[in-house]
């Protein structure tokens, strides 16, 4: 775990500051999402001072989305009782594709008037503040190591069930990246060869079994092809199945229902095998709103990953749900603001 | 990759070697395996000075083993014209499973007498030097990373094909580790769940499909089931098929084996895939025996990739073969010792 001291570079600002007795400590995070942008602020230990979250109105352009975000992030400062001088740096996630690295958005399925956006520099330039960018998932992950369900690991896998399957391993107390900004697409892991086609051109992907959609997805076409469920009078009265439905059907014991969550819970212990044979995580942590299914779900994950685990030794890998909710983005990217900071990354 | 530059701590056994105009900037590199052990003398640039190979003789136990083993390194250095006084470190590699860590051979399938065996301490005694050690697979890995088909990256993954399927990653110029031991078993990743049946106890391993043994075994139930094929009366004759048969009568346009080769190639692809959604290396690399089928089988692996992954994106992972043949292993191990010894490790 890094340690969480901060290290600013001290200004005339900062030491001006310091002079009235108050250290530029506290730390800002930003969780992009298609529809809302969340943010928080939090101070050196990583406590939530306040918190807010706005319409992202995507379609209105990245001028005037960033323009909202750092002016609802400079009203949040405010309302804590704080200036834009005790915030130290910014943290931010959002979804890639992107290079990370060189803090650009390059395109987004949802939000289609963002191609090749330098959203770092647009933040520091209104904010006045040191951005660091990474991965929703990534950040997400991230809060989750540092403060949540995987706070006593040195090596976790992190996996959020959406509307598709995001992916982050930590591997002793650093996020894995590879030779791109494109490590740790888990939802993209194929288990079922010449499987469903996923919207990534693959076949077999675990986000076109597990995913929060495909999970609905396949009760809807269960349904279709003449299968008995409580379900269908959902499919008949909606139009649709959401994942939500199959839980709440499952919880009245509802067979296909049971059959659908049973095969969602497969496909995640195939995949927790593959990444603890080749990351040996000590954790495996699953987030997104898949998880308010609740025990019945993580149980079955538990079963198959034991029906399935080789037998030649013993594994002592934990799998179990964050217990951040929502706050993990925003957690998340603050504390990698910090840990940027503290590792001299804003020099 | 590390800087290789040697740092040895200089004793008075040291310093006296430097008067005579000598530094102890030699390693030593073992590759310990069930049949053979093999041995060779790097100077500080890692250029081989000379090598050996004796029986491992496993069924003597322990500590004639590693006396053994003692003497070769012995006779192998003072034939160079060296004295142990010019070895600066040892490094040594070995299958699992072990306590690598605490250098411990834990058990050994092929070598039933070495149970809970501290081969570290008994080495370091007998040749007073310090020694590294880790799994033959990251070992052989490490080679290639240095020295071999790895030497112009950062990130790459290795598998061996041989007898099983081992596995091994660099990734940020490191080799990957877990929360123990057991990190990077990608050959016990599963591709067809409720598959073939592995010796590790899973279903659906690619070492189940893919390994060298494996590949052969295809082909003996394809041809036991009646598949027509020049390989059947190699089973005849021999009462076995190897690998290499399989490979021969690939080269003759045989259609059985190019069938079989089809689908160890598709299974190779499919964990390129899935290693690539993990670590995104920017390189792949296979080794081991089965790669002397040449390029027929790695154009048939980097088909099945361009067929099988995603087109959201454009991947450029360099899919190859290893280039250091047999010696992977006393190179990574030297190189091991030598980036252990710079790196203060054995301090």
Known sequence: MPDEESQCVKT??????????????????????ATNVKIGCFDGELKIVSKTSIITGAEMGPDI?????????????????????????????????????????????NMPKFKNVPIVRMLTDRLGKPVVFDNDANVACWGEFVAGAGKEVEDMVFFTLGTGIGGAIVNHGRLLTGCGDNATELGHIIIYPDGRRCNCGQRGC????????WTAQRATE??????ESSLKKILQENGR???????EHLAEGDELAKKITDETAKALALVCINVLHTTEPSRIVFA???????????????????EQIWTIKQ???EICFATLGEDAGIIGAAALAKHTTKQGGFD
Chains 1, 2 share one sequence.
């Open 12 to 33: 005339e600002e900062s030491l001006e500051i310091e002079k009235r007795g108050i250290m530029a400590e506290y730390f800002i995070g930003i969780d992009v999402g």
């Open 315 to 317: 594994e002592t890998v």
């Open 241 to 247: 199945i959401t994942c939500k439905d199959v839980y």
């Open 65 to 109: 989305v960033i323009d909202n975000i750092a002016k609802a992030v400079k009203t949040l400062v405010t309302e804590a009782g704080l200036s834009m001088q005790d915030v130290c740096a910014v943290g931010l996630g959002a979804p890639g594709p992107a290079k990370y690295s060189e803090g650009l958005i390059l395109s987004s399925t």
């Open 222 to 227: 269960a349904i279709e092809a003449g299968a």
């Open 288 to 306: 997104g709103g898949m998880i308010a299914a609740g025990n019945i779900l993580l149980d079955r994950i538990k079963h198959y990953f034991g």
């Open 206 to 213: 675990v986000e076109a079994y597990a995913s929060a959609n």
